[in-house]
């Protein structure tokens, strides 16, 4: 569903990398964790992926197309929520998601069912009529969640979507993920929080400066540590070294 | 193409806080005077401007021969055309380098002249508001000195519509080409370099109209001094002379013609600024996305700095510090100081060569 190989990026010319010669595979119906410490090349990767930055070096391919030779069919492909979701603060919440259902093309009954949907799961129904601006930032995350599942993409990448959320909303997205997974589609999500990606991710892959250090699953990461390690005392271990 | 009206249709919602005036004003019926006062503000300022451009314009044409009423004519389209650049720069550096939207609009299966042409036609808008001001009280006044009748009317509305593109477009094209070799993190910088050249040119303009009116000549006799340099301005930017004789020869084959040369050129600029727009939109979009890892350590001297402070001492040092290293606020707070005297002045700086 999403390869990213030999993928390299500086945003210095013939400076430090700071995504160095990347190679992920992430397979469909799976919850991809990505891990690293502040700075390490999440980010930096996801916005690569989704056509926000260009890399130097590589090709990313998300459902068999190539990002930089076919964008709109892999933005097509893509469900994309990013940390601080910049939303129209001067577009009611309905008029928002509208906007890209219909840049999707998604058909009218379709779109209701859906949109009617995620806004009850998320518990943002009866907010839908008010202005972005007067949301908090969880409602914020839900809302471009929401907007992100109108295609029910099969590809929804989420970049640190625990930050600022309250543990019922945590909750909601969690759920929210094991069931986009279930329908066979892929999530691909960075964290700093271990706990989630502990328990929701079928594989992890811990970034540092740049570099993918270590990538399986906490199975695999724990018989390359020991059998008792924690992803938190295996995630200190890699990359505090 | 059905991309495009979704994306325009949410740019004018958010850009003109239609919904939030929907919400305020209608839904909510809460703070209803504002929009009263806004219109009394606009009427009064833009009817007290176009009352003046009208006065001036028809003065002057009331006191010139016909044959140089065309002349007369294509100085206010220069003119509206001059500050149609300047607004429309505005407009598009602040839907380019200012707008949010761009991180969530990219990521969308949206191809790059669909944003592009979304965004230039929000800032066309605005671009009518000025010639609203500025060139239909001379249409007004051009009227009733020269009658336009039924075809001299519509070739008019056709030119004022046509009057902004452009000079829009050519600030598109700058705006996309310096975005992509500034990058908007640097947009302060860009903001202050603008704003400075703007005032610079302003100052210029300012210069040539005081030496323009200083000395007995009266405006006719000031025209006729000044026909070549009218006519140079319009032989370097032709479109001038198409608006301006779209209109004067309207009826007539040559009327017609210039008319024709006016949409060709406009649609060739938007044509231009999408092309332009569609190759370094990305680049420059990206440009301003990237951020470098330099990081600089405290060094000793620095360290030594952090001492304690009383309270007030401070917030002072903060508020300065914030000041100094927001060019925009420094920009604000002196140039006022400078500009003052300077255009004070003028008449005296102006005026030196023509009293001899």
């Not at chain 2, 509206?80 to 429309?88: D, H, N, P």
């Not at chain 2, 669909?114 to 006044?141: H, N, Q, R, S």
């Not at chain 2, 705006?175 to 202050?192: E, K, P, S």
């Not at chain 2, 951020?291 to 405290?298: E, V």
Request: proline residues 5%; contains cysteine; positive net charge.
């Amino acid at each position: 569903m999403l390869s990213i190989r030999n993928v390299s990026k500086s945003y210095v010319k013939d400076g430090v990398n700071v995504v160095d010669n990347l190679n992920l595979e992430v397979a469909p119906g799976e919850i991809f964790g990505f891990l690293g410490p502040n700075g390490a090349g999440k980010t930096t990767t996801i916005k690569m992926t989704v056509g926000l930055l260009k890399q130097d070096k590589g090709s990313i391919t998300v459902n068999g197309h190539d990002t930089r030779q076919n964008p709109l069919a892999a933005k097509s492909s893509i469900g994309y929520v990013p940390d601080n979701p910049d939303l129209y603060d001067k577009l009611r919440a309905f008029e928002y998601i509208n906007f890209v259902a219909d840049v999707y093309g998604i058909e009218t009954s379709v779109r209701q069912q859906r949109l009617l949907r995620l806004a009850r799961m998320f518990e943002i129904h009866d907010a839908l009529s008010d202005l972005i601006g007067s949301f908090s930032h969880g409602m914020k995350q839900k809302l471009a969640l929401t907007a992100a599942l109108m295609h029910a993409p099969p590809l929804l990448i989420l970049d640190e979507p625990m930050v600022g959320l309250d543990p019922r909303s945590a909750h909601l997205f969690k759920e929210l993920m094991n069931e986009h997974c279930s329908q066979g589609k892929t999530v691909f999500f960075s964290t700093h929080i271990l706990d989630v990606a502990e328990r929701l991710c079928h594989r992890v892959g811990i970034l540092r400066r740049g570099r993918l250090i270590t990538c399986g699953t906490m199975e695999e990461l724990r018989q390359a540590a020991t059998a008792e390690s924690s992803l938190e005392s295996i995630f200190l271990g890699l990359t505090e070294k | 193409m059905k991309r495009f009206w979704c994306l325009l249709k949410v740019t004018v919602l958010n850009y003109f806080h239609i919904s939030v005036m929907q919400e305020t004003y209608i839904e909510q019926r809460q703070r209803q005077w504002e929009p009263l006062l806004f219109g009394v503000a606009i009427v009064a300022g833009a009817g007290s401007v176009g009352g003046l451009v009208f006065v001036a314009a028809r003065s002057l044409l009331g006191s010139l021969p016909p044959q140089f009423a065309e002349l007369a004519l294509m100085m206010f389209v220069l003119a509206t055309q001059f500050m149609a650049l300047g607004f429309g720069l505005a407009s598009l550096i602040s839907l380019f380098y200012f707008s949010a939207d761009l991180s969530v609009l990219v990521p969308l299966p949206l191809k790059a002249w669909t944003i592009l042409a979304a965004k230039f036609v929000v800032a066309a808008i605005t671009e009518y508001l000025p010639p609203l001001v500025l060139f239909l009280p001379v249409l007004i006044a051009y009227n009733q000195r020269l009658p336009l009748g039924l075809w001299g009317t519509l070739s008019a509305l056709a030119v004022f519509l046509l009057l902004p593109l452009i000079p829009l477009s050519l600030a598109g094209v700058a705006t996309l080409t310096i975005m992509r070799g500034v990058g908007r993190r640097h947009r302060d910088t860009l903001i202050v370099v603008a704003s400075l050249l703007s005032i610079a040119g302003i100052l210029a303009l300012q210069y040539f109209f005081q030496s323009l009116t200083i000395g007995n000549l009266d405006v006719g006799e000031v025209l006729q001094g000044r026909i070549d340099l009218v006519a140079r301005m319009g032989s370097m930017f032709p479109p001038s002379v198409w608006a301006t004789r779209a209109i004067s020869r309207a009826g007539e084959p040559d009327g017609l013609f210039n008319l024709l040369f006016l949409i060709l050129a406009s649609s060739a600029a938007v044509g231009v600024f999408l092309l332009v727009g569609q190759r370094v939109f990305y680049g420059g979009l990206i440009g301003g996305e990237e951020r470098s890892r330099q990081r600089t350590a405290l060094d000793a001297k620095a360290l030594s700095q952090a001492v304690q402070k009383p309270a007030l001492t401070a917030l002072v040092l903060r508020e300065v510090r914030l000041f100094m290293r927001m060019p925009i606020w420094v920009l604000n707070g002196f140039l006022a100081i400078v500009i003052v005297p300077l255009t004070a002045l003028f008449p005296a700086f102006a005026g030196g060569g023509t009293r001899g």
